[in-house]
């Protein structure tokens, strides 16, 4: 009986794995703080306005904050024991993916329809 000897998976050193991390991360940072950026400037032109932020208006501007944060942790979570260019694809899909969204809501809904 023979046994074969499978070869050891390829994988990512981890200051590779590390580095993709925190460069891609940086970005996705930005993603959210553009978020918190864009429920701050609401909030004030609600205020300026003398009105307020819809309840849709509210699950718009947090979903664009936990958006890029979740699509982060996904690709993170995916991209674990595989190789830097399947890591660095996963992340900018996620980059993607989050800016596409975020931008069909605002089309889809417009910023008037977030006020009350």
Request: glycine share 10%; net charge negative.
């Amino acid at each position: 009986m023979s046994a074969e000897v499978e070869a050891p998976a390829r994988r990512t050193p981890f200051w590779l794995e590390l580095t993709l991390a925190i460069a891609f991360g940086l970005f996705f940072a930005y993603d959210a703080w553009e978020g918190v950026g864009n429920l701050v400037g609401m909030a004030g032109i609600a205020a300026a306005l003398e009105t307020t932020i819809t309840g849709l208006g509210w699950v718009v501007l947090i979903a664009a904050i936990l958006l890029p944060v979740g699509l982060f942790a996904i690709a993170f979570l995916i991209g674990r024991r595989r190789t830097a260019v399947v890591q660095a694809a996963l992340y900018l899909t996620g980059l993607a993916v989050s800016a596409a969204l975020y931008l069909d809501i605002l089309l889809m809904f417009g910023l008037g329809a977030l006020l009350a």
